[in-house]
């Protein structure tokens, strides 16, 4: 029973910090595309 209600609680704070971080997508859409260009540029580097 407790295990059972460890992994619910555990997938629920998974989905809160998903939509989390796909609002914060939204909202600041201009600073993850920068990071995730950094990255790409930084990744086709190393290869």
């Known amino acids: 029973m407790q295990i059972v209600y460890a992994m619910s609680s555990l997938r629920m704070q998974s989905d ?14 201009s600073i993850h595309l920068l990071t995730d260009d950094e990255i790409s540029n930084r990744c086709q580097g190393y290869v």
């Open 16 to 29: 809160i910090l998903f939509d989390i971080s796909s609002q914060e997508k939204m909202l600041i859409g």
